[in-house]
């Protein structure tokens, strides 16, 4: 490697590694445009103090169906928040009806309510008699909503947001359902079903030169100007049209900027790539691991201690011997890990309402432990 060729140790090759972050939202987005201004069509009524239009929004995963939505939020809320509030909630993560409220309350109070001691009905008269006193819309976007069909929570929720207007006069809302499994069919009970009338918005999967487009862009972003080719950029669309993730191909840019600066090369080389292939499994798992809080580590410490397929609820009186939380606590932490993909559940069909799910362990346990930041012990006085 030539003089030239080596960074020196305060130099980078990332302009701004921030482009590479999951939640990273593109100032250019057109290649959903189409279904960004579909759903642009929907909010307009709410802008002329009319009730909006309600979407359900399908496609396959990593098909940019949250970051229009997202995308579309700020546009109309910088543009127009006079007039609406819009509120997205991913339901993995807030699947009951008092969670998603509170993410509507959060949203318009700028903090969550209490978990306790507050009813749920106390907390729902303060967020529409808000949206009735301000005149303003509420639209809200319910990503993954599969995850609100266990017990019929999605009927309760729908009801509860779409039928707000009988009750408060005048409150203006409504929602963007969206299912990543097209052929999923939902049902709601019939008092929801009638007045929920959405209009479909898909998403198709991306093709191949929208991949590589994607990808392009995101380099371009991302990187100082020639520091990966084109050639390479095309090696990762390849790997990453084949699994069929859009965003394992931006993690791979990610990771194999890293195995170059690793080395101080001012340019990404095709053994960079290739590492970046054979252990982006392992390197993805240690990133993720370490956003983890400390909570969420020795939950997912202890699942890897037991590794075995076990029922959420045994899980949780293991658990619970050694690490004294709530039954809401330790939910919230089991659908965390589940949404960054660390465990799967699978209900049983049993249980109350059938609810009851086992929890399984995604990677290699030793692999977890390893890769989990060591845990401090602090001796009792």
């Known amino acids: 490697m030539e003089l030239n060729d080596i960074l020196l140790h305060d130099e980078t090759i990332f302009k ?19 279904q960004m201004e579909e759903m642009a069509l929907s909010l ?51 699947s009951t009806k008092f969670d998603i409220f509170s993410q509507i309350h959060k949203k318009l109070f700028g903090h969550r309510p209490p978990e306790t001691g507050v009813p749920y009905a106390r907390i729902y008269n303060k967020i529409m008699t808000e949206l009735y006193d301000s005149d303003k819309a509420l639209i809200v976007a319910l990503d993954d909503i599969n995850y609100l069909f266990q017990g019929n929570s999605i009927s309760k929720v729908f009801y ?6 009988e009750s408060f006069e005048g409150v203006r809302t409504g929602i963007f359902a969206v299912l990543s499994d097209v052929e999923f069919r939902f049902v709601l009970d019939k008092n929801v079903g009638s007045i929920f009338n959405a209009t479909e918005v898909h998403f198709n999967p991306y093709t191949y030169e929208e991949t590589f487009k994607i990808l392009k ?25 084949e699994c069929g993730d859009l965003r394992l191909g ?13 080395k101080a090369s001012r340019t990404i080389q095709e053994d960079d790539v290739n590492k970046a292939i054979e252990s ?49 606590t330790y939910n919230r932490l089991i659908n965390k890990l589940e949404f960054l993909r660390l465990i799967d559940t699978r209900y049983t069909g049993t249980g109350n309402k059938g609810n009851s799910r086992f929890v399984i362990l995604r990677f290699d346990a030793k692999e977890v432990r390893d890769n989990l930041p060591k845990k401090s012990f602090r001796l009792k006085k």
């Open 217 to 241: 862009e995101r380099a371009t972003i991302g990187f100082y100007p020639n520091v990966i080719s084109d050639e390479l950029i095309e090696k990762i669309t390849n790997y990453t049209y």
């Open 44 to 94: 307009r009524p709410a802008l002329q103090k009319g009730k909006p239009i309600n979407n359900i929004i399908l496609g396959p995963p990593a098909t940019g169906k949250t970051t229009a939505i997202k995308k579309l939020f700020e546009m109309a809320e910088y543009d127009c928040s006079d007039d609406i509030n819009c509120v997205y909630i991913n339901c993995q993560l807030h």
């Open 16 to 34: 701004d590694i921030t482009v590479f972050n999951s939640d990273f939202l593109p100032e250019n987005f057109k290649l959903r445009q189409p």
């Open 280 to 328: 982006s499994n392992s390197m993805s798992l240690k990133y993720i691991l370490d956003t983890l809080n400390e909570k969420e580590q020795d939950l997912l410490r202890f699942i890897s201690r037991v590794n075995k397929e076990i029922t959420s609820g045994d899980l949780f009186k293991e658990y619970n011997r050694e690490n004294k939380i709530s039954y809401a």
């Open 160 to 165: 509860d947001i779409l039928r707000a207007h």
């Open 250 to 262: 931006i993690d791979l840019l990610r990771i194999s900027g890293n195995n170059a600066e690793v």
